[in-house]
């Protein structure tokens, strides 16, 4: 066979060619390990897959934040959206058109980043049922939801304001049924309920994360409970009151700092914090995510600190990790 040049870079792009004299075909072959963690989600009844299991900064191959909750071989739910979510959408074969709601834990750009292209890729998918998009409420520096999407999709002052149908259902787009939650008081603030198509229930719970008004989120379905519990310091005090021997079947947790002195305490919780939450909540598992060169080259130091204080099942994220449930 003549590859002409071209034949091994289509290979090593996992495409398959058509034999000698028969005309050019190219295959795409589901062989990255997101299309792998979504095919072991959608053969389960529910599952949880991280999208986008890395940090803030741009330190190699994982996407920013983002989990996708599968129900019944589809999609069903996105919590976060940060930036190289889209690609990891479109490798796990996801649709906006399956999505009942996208729920953001706060607005820093690696947890919201990806939305756009997200939201663009469903407008070449039809559909016309409401999307529940739920967010904090504004506080500091950082918007409200409405103003988040407004920001980006209002006509006339979006910066893609052709997706304005989202917010308007002027051009036959999903329309967006936003859901603000008070989130600048952790410690006071209330837990919110909001039932979902399909039999699921959201509860948001406000969490400290310095000045970004952030939620942590349960979501039950089919009896299962997961709690992502977002980015938060130890300083969520009703977070932990709330959940104290929740027992959900999964906790996801952000594995973002090391131990010791120097590291942004007011931010995350350190592996101790996260042994001593997991310890509270007693989750049947615990999914470690968000992952960060300065905590990810300690792992075997944060793990043995979360061991003193958690002795249940720890699973590393990657992007396309999938846990069923």
Same mark, same amino acid.
């Given at each position: 066979?003549?590859?002409?040049?071209? %034949?091994?870079?289509?290979?090593?792009?996992?495409?398959?060619?058509?034999?000698?004299?028969?005309?050019?075909?190219?295959?795409?072959?589901?062989?990255?390990?997101?299309?792998?963690?979504?095919?072991?989600?959608?053969?389960?009844?529910?599952?949880?897959?991280?999208?986008?299991?890395?940090?803030?900064?741009? #330190?190699?191959?994982?996407?920013?934040?983002?989990?996708?909750?599968?129900?019944? %071989?589809?999609?069903?739910?996105?919590?976060?959206?940060?930036?190289?979510?889209?690609?990891?959408?479109?490798?796990?074969?996801?649709?906006?058109?399956?999505?009942?709601?996208?729920?953001? *834990?706060?607005?820093?750009?690696?947890?919201?980043?990806?939305?756009?292209?997200?939201?663009?890729?469903?407008?070449?998918?039809?559909?016309?049922?409401?999307?529940?998009?739920?967010?904090? #409420?504004?506080?500091?520096?950082?918007?409200?939801?409405?103003?988040?999407?407004?920001?980006?999709?209002?006509? $006339?002052?979006?910066?893609?304001?052709?997706?304005?149908?989202?917010?308007?259902? $002027?051009?036959?787009?999903?329309?967006?049924?936003?859901? #603000?939650?008070?989130?600048?008081?952790?410690?006071?603030?209330?837990?919110?309920?909001?039932?979902?198509? %399909?039999?699921?229930?959201?509860?948001?719970?406000?969490? /400290?994360?310095?000045?970004?008004?952030?939620?942590?989120?349960?979501?039950?379905?089919?009896?299962?409970?997961?709690?992502?519990?977002?980015?938060?310091?130890?300083?969520? *005090?009703?977070?932990?009151?709330?959940?104290?021997?929740?027992?959900?079947?999964?906790?996801?947790?952000?594995?973002?700092?090391?131990?010791?002195?120097?590291?942004?305490?007011?931010? /995350?919780? *350190?592996?101790?914090?996260? %042994?001593?939450?997991?310890?509270?909540?007693?989750?049947?598992?615990?999914?470690?995510?968000?992952?960060?060169?300065?905590?990810?080259?300690?792992? #075997?130091?944060?793990?043995?600190?979360?061991?003193?204080?958690?002795?249940?099942?720890?699973?590393?994220?990657?992007?396309?990790?999938?846990?069923?449930?």
């Amino acid at each position: 066979m003549m590859w002409s040049g071209l %034949g091994p870079s289509l290979v090593m792009l996992g495409f398959l060619l058509a034999p000698a004299g028969a005309p050019l075909v190219a295959i795409p072959i589901d062989n990255t390990p997101v299309a792998k963690g979504a095919a072991q989600c959608r053969a389960a009844e529910v599952g949880v897959q991280a999208l986008g299991s890395g940090g803030p900064i741009a #330190e190699g191959s994982r996407a920013g934040t983002s989990y996708a909750l599968w129900v019944d %071989g589809k999609a069903r739910v996105l919590i976060d959206t940060g930036p190289g979510s889209f690609i990891r959408f479109g490798e796990a074969g996801l649709k906006v058109a399956d999505l009942e709601a996208i729920a953001f *834990s706060h607005f820093h750009a690696d947890h919201s980043g990806g939305l756009s292209g997200i939201l663009n890729t469903g407008s070449f998918e039809g559909g016309n049922a409401p999307l529940t998009i739920i967010g904090p #409420e504004a506080a500091s520096v950082f918007p409200g939801t409405r103003d988040f999407l407004a920001a980006q999709f209002g006509r $006339g002052k979006g910066a893609w304001a052709y997706l304005h149908g989202y917010l308007d259902a $002027g051009d036959g787009r999903r329309p967006l049924a936003v859901r #603000e939650i008070p989130a600048a008081d952790a410690e006071q603030g209330p837990i919110t309920r909001v039932e979902i198509a %399909g039999g699921m229930v959201l509860q948001a719970i406000p969490v /400290h994360h310095g000045p970004a008004p952030s939620l942590a989120y349960t979501v039950t379905v089919r009896g299962r409970t997961i709690l992502f519990a977002g980015d938060q310091s130890a300083a969520s *005090s009703k977070f932990d009151r709330f959940t104290a021997a929740l027992r959900p079947d999964l906790l996801i947790a952000h594995h973002v700092i090391p131990e010791g002195e120097g590291q942004p305490i007011g931010l /995350h919780r *350190s592996p101790q914090d996260i %042994g001593r939450m997991a310890a509270n909540i007693a989750p049947m598992r615990l999914l470690l995510s968000h992952h960060m060169d300065r905590s990810f080259s300690r792992l #075997e130091e944060g793990l043995a600190a979360i061991a003193q204080h958690y002795s249940g099942t720890v699973t590393i994220a990657s992007d396309g990790t999938c846990v069923t449930l």
